[in-house]
């Protein structure tokens, strides 16, 4: 029996294994959580919108509709394509016919001196909960000390998505909670900073949604910082490419898209950014029977530009290489990887999103924010995750209120 291994339970690994559904194969699943997350809303849970459980989906209930997928639990550490079989950290082998890989992407702190000791990354369910511990651990800290003045300014570094949705998100708790729980503290003591080296926010959209972007995040109350770098992160605070000194206790990574460097030691091509590197059909060069898909590959749109790490061409290359193995077990050819854009878009906050879509049509605005909240409902995986994250929204609609404000873990 023809055996395909999937590495990576992501929006790629997930895609090819629905579209490997029905073929006359063993398929196994392999991820070290057994949970699928969906990132575009850590920044939710990072700032009290959303319960951990809303964003993860456990692995396994997805597994009952597909009978022919096994899943195991484990850390891909190597390669072998001369023997096709891949090695996990905990020393077992997996032999293969046909190998996915999909194993996303992570935080790129540029080497910057400090970033990656000192500030806090929401790449992982792991990292945003570590985030909302922070800034409720801040406020109850300065809560129960009665000091009102106490410095709660928090340093988002990067103003594409991920650093403009986290810094609205920020500002909004921080207005909103303060005044509710925390009556006690002083609301302009919890500035948020974000920070851009560029000379507008959200350099992947048009410059006038960039514009938009930057007045409702300022008219929320963010301090936007453009054409502004930063040259160290201290335990302390950020320090400017100028020398000043921005004094934080929470500072929180959003600028840039790496490859886990372990993806380079597997021996498979890469291209100098790390991104393994594939052919118009997804195969790793060098490689015949060794597909990589997703963030952690280099695939290319049709102009020869790298396609932004982004959950459509993760969805899409996943499934073409599931296509491709389909084609190569029933001893058919396989074909080129075309590209199909569908747009972007970003959240700044309550009815403020920024969207432009294929064809040109742009909108920001409450028509944004909806086609956002519906885009994101409909792409969350399983129904009670889709009703419990619809649910919060609704509540924080009326109340005004964030959800769960509480710290764990101790
Ligand atoms: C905060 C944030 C916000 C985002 N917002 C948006 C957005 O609004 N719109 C959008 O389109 N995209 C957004 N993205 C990007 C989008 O989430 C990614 O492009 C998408 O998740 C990529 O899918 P993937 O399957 O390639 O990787 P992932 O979804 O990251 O999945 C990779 C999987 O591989 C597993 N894995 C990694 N290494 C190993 C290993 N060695 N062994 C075993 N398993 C391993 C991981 O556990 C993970 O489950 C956002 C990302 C982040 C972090």
Redo the contacts with the bound molecule.
Sequence with gaps: MTRVVI???????LSAMEELQGIDADVTL????NF??F??L??QVATAGLNPGDVAFPVRTMLRHHKRVTFRQ????SVDSAANEIGLLDGSRIPYDYLVL????TTNYFGVPGAQANCDA??TLDEALAVRNKVFAMFEWAASHGMKDFNLTTVVVGGG??GV?MAGALAELKQRALKTDYPALDPSSARVILIEAQDRLLAAFSPSLSKYALSELQSRGVEVRLNTAVKAVHNNGVELADGELIDSKLMVW?AGVGV?S?VRSLGLAHLKNGRIEVGSDLRVVGANNIFS????AGTTAADGTLLP??????IQT?KHAAGSIKALINGETTTAFKYKDKG???TIGRRAAVAELSGGLKLTGSAAWLAWLALHLMTLLGVRNRLSVLLNWSWHYISWGRGPKVILGG
């Design positions: 590495v990576g339970a992501g929006f790629a690994g392999i991820d070290k959580h699928a997350t990132q575009p850590l920044y484990g850390i891909l550490s999909a194993l996303g992407a929401i790449y998505a991920t949705e959003g886990d372990a898909v997703g963030d952690v790490q982004l959950a459509q061409p993760a996943g972007t878009m970003a």
